[in-house]
């Protein structure tokens, strides 16, 4: 099919000074050269000077045709980011529609994780005892990790629209290695509940929290510096290449690197996640089993379970298991789902281990607050009551450092 321009090139620019970030795209109508009469196809397009490799093309990522009829087009380009490009399998684009909702999401999302997980890093690393346990040291790691990956998406399109190529692989290279760094942590987390609560009197790791900081952070670095020493040009904006889903978007571009170190990494841990999420809820099932008789309240009891349960699934990434089914016509409901719990990951993690666990409240009430909700004294444990190396209430010992789990277990 051939297409031919039927407007004027129009451009704008303001001496001194470059426009950038305006909350509404400009509007812009087109008058056509020759009418429109045979009502053909319109598409709004701008000059990409980054295509065919530098040599330019014309670009319609982003750019959306407002209205048309015989004498004029009314168009507006607005390059919009989701959360879920990340890991999207196809890589390809979506209705205009979605992606705006889907951004929506992502930044809204990401923004609230961004503050609550700067939260709760505060809190635990303010208050000594709260981070004294393995659980909580590797929790901070795991925030930590996460707060960066939605810092540099939310950075990215902005960034990206400096079009300076090596500043782009930069940020691409650090979107990377934070998302790889974020399931490397979860893993770790998988591990360490497996260690706590299978493996508890078989098993003792000298030096464990410095092996799980090497691991955590020293195995995505590997990964970026292979990929790097290949061919940095992995690496940059999506308006270089022909298929643009990544427009304004520093990322990977190939697809076979994107394929290789990001979805098989994820979906490798995916399934070591999914297997000890499984073996440990069947352990916890047994420990309860063996402890308590069973309750005329097994309703209360289901809730807990079903609480335990999503608590673990938000902290060990089962969530991001959502974009393995995001294909064919499913694909926009699974990128939806995807987004809303990805993006509220730390806001969730906020929720089961700062305002919901009881350690951590009392510890903020008797060091940050005043007046009535100030707790005058607070040991931690009851007097005459030594810890037991299980507990049917976390309220009553807390090593193991989950909120929800109906039963805990001694600190590796």
């Known amino acids: 099919m051939k297409e031919r321009l039927n407007t004027y090139v129009v451009s704008a620019s303001i001496e001194n000074a470059s426009i950038q970030n305006l909350n509404e795209p400009v509007t812009i109508t087109l008058q056509h050269i020759d009418q429109n009469t ?22 319609t990522s982003g750019c959306e045709m407002e209205y048309t009829d015989m004498n004029y087009t009314i168009c507006f380009c607005n390059h919009l980011t989701h959360f879920g490009v990340l890991l999207d399998l196809s890589r390809t684009e979506i209705d205009i529609t979605h992606d705006r909702i889907l951004t929506l999401i992502s930044y809204a999302g990401c923004g609230a994780s961004s503050l609550f997980l700067g939260i709760t890093l505060v809190t ?27 810092v540099v998406f939310l950075a990215n399109s902005w960034l990206s629209s400096f079009n300076q190529p090596g500043f782009c692989i930069t940020v691409a290279v650090l979107l990377h290695y ?7 942590w979860m893993c770790l987390e998988s591990v360490n509940f497996y260690l706590a609560l299978v493996k508890v009197f078989n ?48 990322w990977i571009q190939e697809n076979m690197v994107f394929y290789i170190s990001v979805v098989a990494y994820i979906f490798l841990i995916f399934l070591t996640n999914t297997a000890m999420f499984i073996t440990v809820l069947l352990q916890i099932h047994a420990m309860k089993t063996r402890t308590q008789k069973r309750s005329r309240f097994w309703k209360k009891g289901f809730l807990q379970d079903l609480k335990s ?40 993690i906020f929720v089961f281990h700062c305002l919901m666990k009881e350690e951590v409240v009392k510890q903020c009430r008797l060091h940050f607050c005043w007046g009535r909700f100030r707790l005058s004294n607070y040991s931690g444990k ?29 600190t590796i």
């Open 382 to 410: 009851k007097k005459g009551s030594p810890q037991q190396p299980f507990c049917i209430a976390l309220d009553n010992c807390s090593s193991i450092g989950l909120y929800l789990l109906p039963l805990t277990v001694y």
């Open 38 to 59: 045979g009502n053909a196809a319109v598409h709004c397009v701008f000059w990409d000077f980054w295509k065919n490799n530098g040599l330019g093309g014309w670009n």
């Open 309 to 348: 349960a999503f608590s673990l699934m938000l902290l060990l990434g089962l969530t991001w298991g959502f974009v393995f089914f995001a294909w064919g016509a499913v694909r926009i409901f699974f990128l939806y789902l995807f987004s809303i719990f990805n993006t509220l990951q730390g806001f969730f």
């Open 124 to 150: 635990y690393l303010a208050l000594e005892k709260l981070r004294r346990d393995n659980p909580s040291k590797i929790l901070l790691n795991l925030c930590a990790a996460l707060l960066m990956l939605n």
């Open 203 to 250: 098993i003792y790791v000298p030096k464990y929290i410095l092996k799980c900081c090497i691991a955590g952070w020293g195995i995505p670095a590997i990964v970026i510096t292979i990929v790097l020493i290949i061919n940095k040009d992995f690496y940059g904006n999506g308006s270089h290449s022909e298929s643009n889903p990544f427009s304004n978007f520093c």
């Open 178 to 184: 934070f998302l790889l760094a974020a399931f490397t």
